[in-house]
């Protein structure tokens, strides 16, 4: 069992930066891929980005590929979101997900522990 905890979330401006950060629980965290997802008001959840068990390989989805930037630090169970140049379409709870599995899934139902989320809000 994995548990996550997201933070970082908050209000800032539109060209801003977040980074928002996912602590695991667990001493396989570093076993796992883990992925970033978002839900919108009003809209279904979406993938945001994902990295391998190692951090040598990535993806992202094409509306944040060149802006957000997934990294983890195994030593410390934790992974990273850094998102810059913020929009206000990027307004959105953000979720931190793990996969027990080796790809880098972009599917939700790839994913197999899920934590609570955190609020982004960007102004315009």
């Known amino acids: 069992q994995v548990q996550l905890v997201e933070s970082g979330g908050g209000l800032v401006q539109a060209g801003g930066s977040l980074r928002l950060s996912c602590a695991a629980s667990?001493?396989?965290?570093?076993?796992?891929?883990m992925g970033w997802f978002r839900q919108a008001p009003g809209k279904e959840r979406e993938f945001v980005a994902a990295?391998?068990?190692?951090?040598?390989?990535?993806s992202y989805a094409d509306s944040v590929k060149g802006r957000f930037t997934i990294s983890r630090d195994n030593a410390k169970n934790t992974v990273y979101l850094q998102m810059n140049s913020l929009k206000p379409e990027d307004t959105a709870v953000y979720y931190c997900?793990?996969?027990?599995?080796?790809?880098?899934?972009?599917?939700?139902?790839?994913?197999?522990?899920w934590g609570q989320g955190t609020q982004v809000t960007v102004s315009s």
């Open positions: 990295i391998n068990w190692s951090g040598r390989s990535t």
């Open positions: 997900a793990a996969d027990r599995g080796y790809g880098l899934g972009s599917a939700e139902y790839e994913y197999d522990y």
């Open positions: 667990g001493r396989t965290f570093s076993t796992y891929c």
